[in-house]
């Protein structure tokens, strides 16, 4: 009798647990996985993973930039509807509209009555409209470490389901550098410990520099592949992080109730990647391992867009109003804030509406690798520091991607990190001519008005095609989708087209 009864126990709370939700995500990392053909790359988790759910090779980050670009993961719109232009923190100071609120993914979520938690990097901003129920706190640049503080959590029992926003700062550029290597410029660290130690409990994957993949954007330097080797080091701690999230699930026998979702905010941090509209700054891993599909390891070619991200997560539980791509339990902002002073009299909106999503939900496509979904993606870059002024408007698709140096007549303006990274300094200590990649030092700093490529044939963004005489049409044709674009998604620095 006691047996069956323990049985009818267990079976109720794993009843209480379905379509659980965690979200993973990684900071300033490209798709350095063995998932998406990495052949250094060990991360045995990460590719278990995509081999159990769908891979998507097309997805993009609306912003290389962390806090804008976490704004669009964690609201659904652009940034530059959104609010927040650039980084959150300190001086800088850019934060979302409080009227986002009505659309916030951990808002929603709780409103489908979701236990919501975040651990890790949060870098948004206000913190009320971007409001967990539960903080978590952990060591961000050991995983491991931050999916044991998450066990708990997970194992609750409760009739709720649960909302889990992971998010590391691995691989981000930080921690001093490599003081061993043998040069001049030294290798930041990205998270790594000095003198090949290993953060507590992990059980570190060292890379030799001449090992590495350097990616065409980048010069095949020692200093490059220096930096890279630790970049890789970093990749790999995170991969320990998510396989002890799956033994947490499968313990408590939710693993096939849970939707687990890997990406990143943006891509590597290096000039070229980072704060860049290029594909090596936008361009992002993406894998879905949803429990109730029943075709898994499938590999999509399909566009998506982190602007995608939150219809999406809200359409797996339920609470997506299709009709007009938003929430079914919307909260209106003005009846949120009512009697709230310290909002009542500010610009709360910027006199936009926050009742429908940009993005689409791709729950449809998961499974299906013939599916299409966005026939373009876009770029939205306008500051990472404050200091940083250098708006940039991307369209790509499948055949051509066009960029709009908005202040081209300004130096492209560098990340800090950026900026000091060996990789660069190196190749700038050789004058304007040297080559970065496959630009010139110069041509990467003093950038033209437009630029288009064939991404058919130049998947590197290697030609610029605006100034050709043969593509005077497909520069107009690809201009005016990008004005059609701004004008459908508000983005107020459409104005530039008349007076600029």
């Known amino acids: 009798m006691k047996q069956i009864l323990l049985l009818i126990l267990l079976a109720c709370s794993v009843q209480a647990a379905e379509k659980n939700i965690i979200f993973f995500i990684t900071d300033d990392q490209s798709p350095t996985l063995g998932c998406y053909g990495d052949k250094i790359a060990v991360t045995p988790a990460i590719d278990s993973l995509a081999a159990d759910g769908t891979v998507f090779l097309n997805a993009y980050a609306t912003t290389a930039s962390c806090a804008a670009s976490r704004s669009v993961v964690m609201s659904g719109v652009h ?13 800088h100071k850019f934060s979302s509209f409080h009227d986002v609120v009505s659309l916030s993914l951990p808002r929603v979520l709780a409103n489908e009555n979701y236990r919501t938690a975040q651990i890790g990097k949060y870098h948004v901003a206000p913190e009320e409209v971007y409001q967990f129920q539960t903080y978590l706190k952990g060591n961000a640049r050991n995983a491991l470490q931050m999916a044991n503080k998450c066990e708990s959590f997970i194992k609750e029992k409760s009739d709720k389901p649960f909302f889990l926003y992971f998010a590391t700062e691995d691989p981000h550029r930080s921690g001093g550098e490599n003081e061993n290597f043998e040069g001049k410029l030294k290798p930041n660290l990205f998270g790594n410990k000095p003198n090949k130690a290993s953060h507590t409990g992990v059980k570190e994957v060292f890379y ?7 990616p065409p954007f980048l010069p095949d330097t020692k200093e490059s592949r220096s930096e890279l080797s ?75 867009s982190h602007v995608d991200i939150t219809p999406s997560l809200l359409d797996f539980a339920g609470g997506l109003d299709s009709k007009i791509n938003g929430p079914k339990k919307w909260v209106n902002p003005r009846d949120y804030w009512k009697g709230k002073e310290y909002a009542a009299k500010e610009n709360r909106n910027g006199r936009k509406k926050f009742r429908s999503y940009q993005g689409k939900s791709w729950l449809p496509l998961l499974g299906n690798k013939d599916a299409e979904h966005h026939t373009a993606v876009h770029g939205s870059h306008t500051f990472h520091e404050i200091q940083m002024y250098y708006p940039m408007r991307s369209l790509r698709d499948k055949k051509y991607k066009i960029i709009w140096n908005i202040a081209h007549q300004l130096p492209y303006p560098f990340a ?19 080559m970065y990649g496959l630009k010139t030092v110069d041509q990467y700093v003093n950038r033209p008005a437009f630029e288009l490529y064939e991404m058919v044939k130049d998947p590197d963004e290697a030609k610029n095609l605006a100034a050709s005489p043969e593509y005077a049409a497909v520069l107009k044709e690809y201009q005016a989708k990008l004005k059609a674009f701004q004008k459908e998604m508000e983005d107020p620095w459409i104005m530039k087209w008349s007076y600029e």
């Open 79 to 91: 940034n530059h509807k959104n609010g927040m232009y650039g980084h959150s923190h300190h001086f």
């Open 208 to 214: 030799k520099p001449e090992d590495v993949i350097v």
């Open 230 to 304: 630790e970049y890789y080091q970093s990749i790999s701690r995170i991969d320990t992080g998510l396989a002890r999230l799956v033994k947490i699930l499968k313990e408590a026998g939710i693993y096939d109730k849970t939707l687990i979702v890997f990406t990143a905010d943006h891509g590597m941090a290096f000039p070229g990647g980072k704060t860049t509209v290029f594909e090596g700054g936008l361009k992002v891993p993406f894998i879905v391992r949803n429990p109730y599909e029943k075709n898994r390891g499938v590999v999509s070619k399909a566009l998506l």
């Open 416 to 434: 800090s990190d950026l900026w000091a990274a060996s990789t660069w300094q190196a190749q700038l200590a050789k004058g304007k001519d040297a």
